[in-house]
Every structure is written in C-alpha cells, then in structure tokens.
C-alpha cells in the first residue's frame, strides 16, 4: 500500500491497542494475551470474509535488526545491579546449562510421539526454551516478591535470550540452510559468540558513555535518551551482520556496562528524577510496542493459517514444555541448593510457574522461511505454547502468591 494507507493502518492499529489496554485493563491476564487473539481475529476476518484487507507481514531482517534490540535493551536496562551479582551463578545455569537441558528434555517426546525428524525439533525446541518475564513481573508489582527472587527470574530470562539465539543461529544454518554441524566446531563458535559478543558490547558502550560525558548529554531530553539506544542498535548489527557473533550478548553487553559506568558518575551529572522518568517512560513504551507488534503479527499468521492442523503436535509439545520446565527448574535448583545458592522449593514453584514464553520465540518463529516444510505447524504450535503459559501460568502463579511464604 501507499504511504498514506500504510500510516491510516497503523494509527488505528494504534488505536485498536488503546482500546485492548483501556478495556481489559483489569484482566487478569497480560495484555499480549488480548492482542494475539485480536491478530488472530484480523487474520481470520481477512482469510474468510475480506480478502481486501490489507496484508500483514514482517520482514525476518525487520524482526531481528529492528525489535529484538529494543527488547533486548528493555530488559537489561531494569535489572538491579547489586541483587544481580547474588543471583549471578543461578541465572547462568539456567541460562545455559538449563537451556540446552530444556531443548533436550522437551525435544525427546517430541520426536518419539511424532513423524518430524530429529534435528528439526530440536530446532523447534530451541526456540521455545528461552522465557520472558513480561507479565510475571506485572504481577510482582502486585504480590510482595523478594528482591532477590524477582532477580533471578529475570536474569535467567536476559542470559537464556542470549543462549537461545545462538542455538537458534547455529540449528538454522543446518536446517535451513543445509550447512554441516559439528559438534566441537559448534562449542567453539558458542564460545566465539559468547565472549567476542561480550567484548564487542563493553567497547562500545564505554565509547557511548564517554561522548555523552564530553557532550554532557546526560540532562539532555534529546541526546540523553538516544545515545545509549543507538549505541544498542549499533553494536547488534555490528556484531549480527558485521562479526556474525551474537547481537543479543552484545547489547545485552552494552546496556549492563553502560549502567555500571553510569552508576559511578558524581550525582550533580546526573539526570534529575523528572529526565530520568521521561527516559524510562520513552524506552518503556518502545519495548510495550515492540511487544504488542510481534504477538499481533502471530496471531495474524495464525488467523490465516491454511494447512491442516497438526493436533498431536500441538498435544505433544504443550506436555512436553511442561515436563522440559519442570525438569529444569526442580533438578537444577536442588543441585544449585547443595552449594551456596540455595533456592528453596517455594521459589522453584514460583520459577516454574514463572517460564512463560513471549516475544523472543514468537520473533524466532516468525523469522522460519515460508517455504520450510514444518513451519506452519511450528508457528501453530508456538502460538499455543505461548498462550497456555501467558494465560494458565500466570494465573496459577496469581493463585500461589496469594498463599505462598517466600
């Protein structure tokens, strides 16, 4: 469409939003929720009764070089530093070890109960592990949570975006792309991607962090607010497009670092309490739009689905998301508890119930070529995923705060 429609589309796309966020304000669910099912909703009126609507796509380059970033750096940014260092050694198992854990234990029944083949649900699998806390901290500002408790839900959810991407990248170049995978060649370009990507993120951040100082940017209601997210869109697709490592570790990377060398800042250059709410306000409500964008965009490909529906799938594959969380989080917060980071059962429960799948598996899944064999019946199967948890687990998770001593 012309630039006139497309901008008409978008404001009441807008407007549609607004409504979902006025109306169903006091749902207990989370408002991604409410928006998938209005996508879906667009998806089918356009399939089955106007076919003159206009069609609604993203781009896989505009999923990952445009939201990821914003969505990135929108959970970096909130992490506490000081509870962060004590919940440090969890969140890295979990993000790492419990990842590839997760693909494995969610992948296995999978593949037993079904025709696909083996290294295809493992790619599926790596998509659907890594978690989101959107809405579980939504409600951790409604129930009392320890800090700390609050922390390694999120921490987890950062690292294992990271872990998860990777996977994702080194599974595609062999499904998609044919390209042979070797296990220690694979180690390596983890490790690669990991480290190189950490580095690349620190560099560019100090950088960022210097101008704005010289520039005395920090009180700056332009320069103060985009600076440090340019320097977040910079380093992803240097590091995505320009050293093929990890973007996700990059600006993860450099949003951390940046608050570091921020905290150290003698306080008179330091922003005043109303620029520092206007920044956080302008970088919320970016990570809210990247979010409703990316739910509505999957409940509009789930709206015009037109292949037959793989309903073992489907059944398969919210069990074993199940089984693969609950593995994960009891056996690795026992083992954990037999050192010094003990996790009692009380929050593993919450852990549990707190793995909900968001916005990074549906902008992985919406970046599967049309053209791949299983992706309409992953694309199902995500949306299922994503839905059960957003709705069962949070108000499970509802249901036990209001009992539980943590």
């Not at 969140?91 to 854990?101: D, K, N, P, R």
């Not at 806390?133 to 951790?140: D, G, K, L, R, Y």
């Not at 008179?268 to 979010?291: C, I, Q, S, T």
């Amino acid at each position: 469409m012309d630039v006139v429609h497309g901008l008409v589309f978008v404001c009441l796309f807008l407007i549609a939003l607004c409504a979902l966020a006025r109306y169903f304000r006091s749902s207990p669910l989370p408002l991604v929720c409410w928006v998938t099912l209005f996508g879906a909703g667009y998806g089918a009126l356009q399939k089955f009764a106007f076919d003159g609507l206009p069609r609604v796509f993203l781009a896989p380059d505009v999923i990952l070089y445009i939201m990821l970033p914003i969505l990135i750096f929108e959970s970096s940014r909130k992490l506490s530093m000081k509870v962060a260092r004590a919940v440090a050694a969890p969140s890295a198992v979990l993000a790492t070890l419990g990842i590839l854990a997760s693909m494995f234990a969610m992948a296995l029944p999978i593949w037993l109960f079904t025709e696909v083949p083996w290294i295809d649900v493992l790619f599926f699998t790596a998509i659907m592990s890594a978690t989101d806390p959107v809405a579980v901290t939504a409600i951790f500002n409604v129930f009392p949570v320890p800090e700390k408790l609050k922390t390694l839900i999120e921490g987890e959810s950062l690292l294992n975006d990271g872990t998860t991407v990777i996977l994702f990248s080194l599974l595609y170049g062999r499904v998609i792309e044919g390209h042979q995978l070797i296990f220690r060649e694979g180690l390596f370009e983890f490790a690669l991607s990991v480290f190189g990507a950490a580095a690349l993120g620190i560099a560019a951040a100090w950088t960022c962090m210097r101008l704005m100082r010289s520039w005395d940017a920090l009180k700056n209601h332009f320069i103060g607010p985009l600076l440090p997210l340019l320097c977040v869109y910079l380093v992803f697709c240097a590091a995505q497009a320009g050293f093929h490592i990890s973007g996700v570790i990059a600006a993860m990377a450099a949003t951390i670092t940046m608050k570091l060398i921020a905290l150290k800042y003698p306080r008179a250059e330091l922003p005043d309490h109303a620029e520092v709410e206007f920044y956080r306000g302008l970088w919320d409500f970016l990570g809210e739009l990247a979010n409703a964008a990316l739910f509505f965009i999957l409940g509009v490909e789930i709206g015009n689905h037109s292949d037959e529906i793989a309903w073992k799938l489907l059944f398969v594959s919210l069990a074993a998301l199940l089984f693969a969380r609950g593995v994960v989080v009891y056996f690795f917060g026992a083992a954990l508890s037999l050192g010094r980071s003990k996790i009692p059962m009380a929050w593993r429960h919450v852990l549990n119930l707190g793995g909900l799948k968001g916005a990074l598996s549906v902008a992985l899944i919406l970046m599967i070529p049309k053209d791949y064999a299983y992706r309409n019946a992953f694309l199902l199967s995500a949306l299922v995923m994503c839905v059960f948890t957003l709705v069962v687990n949070t108000l499970g998770l509802r249901l036990y705060l209001k009992k539980a001593d943590l």
